[in-house]
């Protein structure tokens, strides 16, 4: 869209520079009268004109990049945070680097956190205190113990001979 958005900004920046001037005679006329006195402006250049015009184009990220650039923007020091699946969309690597973060975030920046989450990576970080809500009543476990990492657990046992060949 950007793009497309560049192609016409393109076409309109020489009309509007070197064109016949706008005459402002009403509200109707107000969006392209300001697109002419900017394209005029001396400190305005082409490519200026065209970023404010159809915008810049950014860098592409898959979901789980997006959600990690969020997190480190977005956390402060001393907080507490209350986060339900933060790992969604996350690769296992992605994962990883929020583990990362967040364990840091804990030790030197004075945040606590109250994490939702079925993820091994999560549930394994330094330190959590680790309340199973699906037993009855709930009760604190390690996250070995949990069902959900004994299904990941037992899924991986059952195909490590294709882990082994690569070695």
């Given at each position: 869209?950007?793009?497309?958005?560049?192609?016409?900004a393109r076409d309109?920046?020489?009309a509007l520079k070197?064109?016949?001037?706008?005459?402002?005679?009403?509200?109707?006329?107000?969006?392209?009268?300001?697109?002419?006195?900017?394209?005029?402006?001396?400190?305005?250049?082409?490519?200026?004109?065209?970023?404010?015009?159809?915008?810049?184009?950014?860098?592409?990220?898959?979901?789980?990049?997006?959600?990690?650039?969020?997190?480190?923007?977005?956390?402060?020091?001393?907080?507490?945070?209350?986060?339900?699946?933060?790992?969604?969309?996350?690769?296992?690597?992605?994962?990883?680097?929020?583990?990362?973060?967040?364990?840091?975030?804990?030790?030197?920046?004075?945040?606590?956190?109250?994490?939702?989450?079925?993820?091994?990576?999560?549930?394994?970080?330094?330190?959590?205190?680790?309340?199973?809500?699906?037993?009855?009543?709930?009760?604190?476990?390690?996250?070995?113990?949990?069902?959900?990492?004994?299904?990941?657990?037992?899924?991986?046992?059952?195909?490590?001979?294709?882990?082994?060949?690569?070695?």
């Amino acid at each position: 869209e950007i793009s497309e958005k560049k192609d016409i900004a393109r076409d309109e920046y020489g009309a509007l520079k070197y064109g016949k001037s706008i005459r402002f005679s009403g509200m109707d006329d107000y969006e392209q009268f300001k697109m002419q006195v900017m394209s005029r402006r001396k400190s305005v250049s082409r490519r200026k004109f065209i970023e404010k015009t159809a915008g810049k184009e950014t860098e592409l990220f898959s979901n789980g990049e997006t959600a990690l650039k969020y997190f480190k923007t977005k956390l402060k020091n001393d907080k507490l945070y209350c986060l339900d699946e933060p790992e969604n969309s996350m690769s296992a690597k992605m994962q990883l680097k929020l583990v990362k973060m967040l364990e840091e975030l804990t030790r030197y920046c004075g945040c606590q956190l109250i994490i939702a989450t079925h993820s091994p990576f999560l549930l394994a970080m330094d330190n959590a205190k680790i309340y199973d809500l699906d037993s009855n009543p709930v009760e604190v476990k390690d996250w070995w113990e949990l069902e959900n990492t004994k299904i990941y657990y037992e899924f991986f046992k059952k195909h490590s001979n294709l882990f082994e060949n690569d070695i």
